[in-house]
């Protein structure tokens, strides 16, 4: 009942209460290392399976011919498989009309569609953990046809429109069917966008990435920003 033995108790019950406090701190951060641990072997784990699994993914089938709503349904949209088709509607008459400049030119020469314009190969990019989108333009399609047909540039011009790319080019949809008879739905996309993609002249490039692949994306929040061109310098 002393001051020293009261504060005897004090002290020593200070240093069990601190000895508890610490060895729960240190228990918490084991759990931790065990779980990150865990976590990183169970990721090597992932990636190794990803790894052999694509080794066993077959090629995209190139079909020769336009698939069947049967066809179609059954052996890509079940499966959840993209494929592509070789000269598809070479009856069309886009397919030979559409390949020439001068034609797009004489029916499109007084149309101001919307127009993305991006850096050389770079549509998205992270720029100073900002996400860049593409600077949006309305030109006429004779300026954007002569851009394209520049062998040698900066940045890259294509046309967007969401969903409907028809209304801005009424001359040519003439030149196309209105509607595919064996795909009323973007499937395997499973987005809002369409997935149907016909290569006129040129080339497209996709990079698919199976879903088992997913978690060996990097990915993280950014704020998102947009491009403007400054004036006088022709820079994005």
């Given at each position: 009942?002393?001051?020293?033995?009261g504060?005897?108790?004090?002290?020593?019950?200070?240093?069990?209460?601190?000895?508890?406090?610490?060895k729960?701190?240190?228990?918490?951060?084991?759990?931790?290392?065990?779980?990150?641990?865990?976590?990183?072997?169970?990721?090597?784990?992932?990636?190794?399976?990803?790894?052999?699994?694509?080794?066993?993914?077959?090629?995209?089938?190139v079909?020769?011919?336009?698939p069947s709503a049967?066809?179609?349904?059954?052996?890509?949209?079940?499966?959840?498989?993209?494929?592509?088709i070789?000269c598809?509607?070479n009856?069309?008459?886009?397919?030979?009309r559409?390949?020439?400049?001068?034609?797009?030119?004489?029916?499109?020469?007084?149309m101001?569609?919307?127009?993305?314009?991006?850096?050389?190969?770079?549509?998205?990019?992270?720029?100073?953990?900002?996400?860049m989108?593409?600077?949006?333009r309305?030109?006429?399609?004779?300026?954007?046809?002569?851009?394209?047909?520049?062998?040698?540039?900066?940045?890259?011009?294509?046309y967007?429109?969401?969903?409907?790319?028809?209304?801005?080019?009424s001359p040519?949809?003439?030149?196309?069917r209105?509607?595919?008879?064996?795909?009323?739905e973007?499937?395997?996309?499973?987005?809002?966008?369409?997935?149907?993609?016909?290569?006129?002249?040129?080339?497209r490039?996709?990079?698919?990435?199976?879903?088992?692949?997913?978690?060996?994306?990097?990915?993280?929040?950014?704020?998102?920003?947009?491009?403007?061109?400054q004036?006088?310098?022709?820079?994005?």
């Amino acid at each position: 009942s002393d001051s020293k033995g009261g504060n005897f108790v004090f002290v020593l019950l200070s240093s069990v209460i601190i000895e508890i406090h610490f060895k729960s701190f240190e228990f918490v951060l084991l759990i931790k290392v065990l779980k990150y641990k865990k976590m990183d072997k169970m990721h090597e784990t992932l990636r190794d399976f990803a790894k052999h699994y694509t080794d066993y993914i077959p090629e995209i089938p190139v079909l020769q011919h336009v698939p069947s709503a049967c066809e179609f349904f059954s052996h890509y949209v079940i499966p959840n498989k993209p494929f592509a088709i070789s000269c598809p509607e070479n009856h069309l008459p886009a397919v030979s009309r559409w390949k020439k400049t001068f034609y797009l030119e004489d029916k499109l020469f007084y149309m101001w569609p919307t127009t993305c314009v991006i850096p050389i190969h770079r549509p998205y990019p992270i720029v100073y953990e900002r996400f860049m989108e593409p600077e949006i333009r309305k030109m006429q399609c004779y300026d954007i046809l002569l851009e394209m047909e520049r062998k040698w540039q900066r940045t890259e011009y294509y046309y967007v429109k969401q969903p409907n790319n028809l209304e801005e080019f009424s001359p040519i949809a003439d030149d196309i069917r209105a509607d595919v008879p064996w795909a009323t739905e973007a499937l395997v996309h499973k987005d809002e966008y369409d997935n149907f993609f016909y290569v006129l002249r040129g080339s497209r490039e996709f990079k698919l990435i199976p879903p088992i692949a997913r978690f060996c994306i990097p990915s993280k929040r950014n704020q998102q920003k947009g491009r403007m061109q400054q004036k006088n310098l022709g820079k994005i």
